[in-house]
């Protein structure tokens, strides 16, 4: 049972913002969300995580509105490096184990 | 630069036969998960284990196992190996409090023909 939504793939140019929104209908009061990127061959990093409201650090935005059903990630002046999938996942981070659940992602491709 | 290194990074074996991966876990993390990521899907869980016990696994069969080890190096091992299996083997490690989220390695592709 998929627990988040997100686009299949989106377009961008060098420069603008990107803004990926993520559906997560059935978030538990525990779950946090959290971002991941992955390049073709490597491994998912870890890009932002949140419970509520904004969150921002070097690389990115995340928002949260207040009944936390969906979430945005905001990619301020993409470039050509950021082209790659995102995945959004929720979780309670504080369970005995915790495990990720990713689904298909979003694929974000940015052209010169 | 990821803390995480996996070995070998590709592996081509046939029908049948057993696989060992490894994974060297960022010092310090005394978690370790390993996913497998088909093609163009999402990575899936198959197990993690915490402080060299298996505390929690996904839908994978027994033939899919693992050991976590004092130094916090962890093996996947995965018998009578089938064409399906072909996948890039992903190892994270984490420590106890996850609020930065999980490093994972560049993983091991795995060809089974």
């Known amino acids: 049972l998929a627990k988040t939504t997100q686009p299949i793939s989106m377009d961008s140019y060098e420069g603008q913002e990107v803004n990926i929104t993520c559906s997560h209908n059935n978030i538990a009061t525990n779950d946090y969300i959290t971002w991941y990127q992955q390049f073709p061959s490597q491994g998912p990093r870890f890009i932002i995580q949140g419970y509520k409201t904004k969150v921002t650090n070097e690389v990115a935005s995340l928002f949260i509105p207040a009944d936390r059903k969906s979430s945005t990630l905001s990619l301020p002046r993409v470039s050509l490096s950021d082209t790659a999938v995102y995945y959004c996942l929720v979780g309670d981070k504080d369970s005995g184990y915790s495990t990720l659940t990713f689904g298909k992602g979003t694929m974000l491709l940015v052209s010169p | 630069e990821t803390g995480v290194t996996q070995s070998p990074t590709h592996l081509i074996k046939t029908r049948g036969q057993q696989v060992t991966l490894r994974c060297s876990s960022q010092s310090g993390h005394n978690t370790v998960s390993w996913y497998q990521q088909a093609l163009g899907q999402g990575p899936q869980f198959i197990f993690q284990y915490y402080r060299e016990e298996e505390n929690g696994r996904g839908n994978f069969p027994p033939r899919f196992s693992g050991l976590q080890f004092p130094n916090y190096s962890s093996e996947l091992n995965v018998n009578a190996l089938e064409l399906d299996d072909s996948a890039l083997y992903l190892c994270?490690?984490?420590?106890?409090?996850?609020?930065?989220?999980?490093?994972f390695g560049s993983g091991t592709r795995l060809t089974v023909v």
């Open positions: 994270a490690s984490s420590l106890e409090d996850r609020n930065y989220g999980y490093t």
